[in-house]
């Protein structure tokens, strides 16, 4: 995406020989000019996509599939297991993408087919960003896939950050091409992959913004990555940090990156999102200029910002138990599962009434409702099965349930009968009062639980000793820095962990390098990533 903002009837420049084209266009600061990478035409496919980077310890090959399956047992208790996450996280990790029904593995390593319950968590992102998107001025655009080498040349530092991860096209209609092509947004060589966090292929959102001054720049930059924040609070329940990337984390080419990094149930870092201050490096690169208000060529100042599928792996990671998904109710593509409950042919048609309409009811209040009607199944293993799938709130309806005009509400992150409700009465005011409350209370619930986790694994350093202490333990470490990048690689070497940011929100008084001892203005947090 690209987005410009400057000064009435000016005009924008792109050099011809950094692009097929040359365009000018009149714009103005009123209705600026702004362009966001989106989606593939083809409405069957929607497939948007950009890479990312961090970094990960598992494979999720055909070949390893092939092995997860042959170790299963054909019976359905057997195939409805997921390993505990204190056994083996990553395992669990993959389970639950599995018998959640999220994704499948594609026939590349490292590509992943995405699940319709899977992709309705993405479709659940894109609708509420594509909202705030255009709250913000911004409109949504699609780019070619394909761009020449020659243009990842154009900018050094952006070709040494990316180039070993490139998919080059060599050949096209049976023959050589003069020259190789780039997957513009499309693919990532990766070594180590690992579903919806990094994978070869996958959906993104990316927005490109161009503007007359750097501090136009800036405050879009900051703008986005708190849209990011609010987004991760608010619809996914996750508790992110934001701040500002160290220099040798810095996006390759950037003058400054933003992030948001959440702790995942395993305590590593999530780069969850990232918004970027490019300054003038690519203007300048490709040639991209504006007329200002003189009549004068300037280069623009430029941002860029996104987030992807491995949102959809971050939800996955903070919120999710031994049993399975657990979805924020905002993010989930059904929020309320309702199971009909009989034994004898003369309740059936009762309970079913009493199910389609309660369904209603819910619908009507803007709820998203499944019915689990199918006979192939007990409803013991019904309530299983869409426990695993992270549905956040059953409702049981039986004989019993019909003759009393009530129902029984089960919430999904209170296990067993603490969590259930009996006798909710069927009334539509009531029920949908009662409904929209638990979603509202679980959406709290969820958010409440994760910063209390993620703060109880925050500590405090002073010293080197007493990071590493901290990152040997599994924790974060957040402490006074201002040593060089080559200390800050010293430490990823001997800890493996890394500066995930420069948090905005800063303690105040003097600081003592936890390092070198010296002065130092910020703190910084430590982790190892994903």
Known sequence: ???????????????????????????????????????????????????????????????????????????????????????????????????????????????????????????????????IFKETGHSNMYFP?????????????????????LALVTIGGGKELEEKLVWANVTRWEMRTKPFVRTLEFLWQEGHTAHATPEEAEKEALQMIDVYKKFAYEQAAIPVIAGRKSRAETFAGASRTYTIEAMMGDRKALQAGTSHNLGQNFSRAFGTQFSDENGQRQHVWQTSWAV????????????????????????????????????KADEKAGVLDAVSSVAKILKTAGVKVKVDDSEQRTPGWKFNFWEMKGVPL?????????????????????????????????????????????????????????????????V???????????????????????????????????????????????PPGLKTCLMTGNSADEVALFAKSY
């Open 308 to 343: 992807s599928t491995r949102f959809v792996g971050g939800i996955i990671m903070t919120h999710g138990d031994d049993t399975g998904l657990m979805l924020p109710p905002k993010m989930a593509p059904i929020q309320v599962v309702i199971v009909p409950i009989w034994k």
């Open 460 to 506: 405090d350093v002073s010293s080197y000793d007493e990071l590493k202490e901290a990152i040997s333990q599994g924790k974060w470490a957040r402490g006074p820095w201002s040593a060089s990048e080559a200390e800050e690689l010293k430490v990823k070497e001997e800890t493996g962990a890394t500066i995930r940011c420069f948090p905005f929100e800063q």
């Open 145 to 165: 896939q394909f761009i020449p080498y020659s243009f990842i040349e154009k900018e050094a530092s952006h070709v040494e950050g990316f180039s070993p991860e």
């Open 1 to 131: 995406m690209g987005a410009l903002r400057l000064p009435s009837l000016t005009t924008f420049f792109i050099s011809s020989s950094s692009s097929t084209f040359t365009r000018a266009a009149s714009i103005s600061a009123r209705s600026p000019f702004l362009l966001r990478l989106h989606q593939h035409p083809n409405p069957h496919l929607h497939l948007s996509r950009k890479a990312l980077a961090a970094s990960v310890a598992s494979d999720f090959s055909t070949e390893s599939l092939a092995k997860k399956e042959s170790r299963e047992s054909n019976s359905n208790e057997e195939k409805r297991f997921i390993t505990p996450r204190s056994q083996d996280f990553s395992a669990w990790y993959l389970d639950v993408i599995a018998r959640a029904e999220l994704a499948d593995y594609g026939p590349v390593r490292g590509t992943m087919v995405i699940r319709p319950y899977g992709y309705a968590i993405w479709e659940s992102i894109q609708e509420y960003l594509n909202v």
């Open 394 to 458: 059953r409702i049981e309806i039986g004989p019993r349930d019909v003759s009393n005009g009530t129902v029984v509400i089960s919430r999904r992150d209170v296990p067993g009968k603490q969590g259930k409700v009996f006798g909710v009465s069927m009334e539509p005011s009531i029920l949908q009062a009662q409904v929209k409350e638990r979603l509202e209370d679980i959406q709290s619930a969820l958010l409440e639980q994760a910063t209390s986790f993620r703060d109880s694994n925050i």
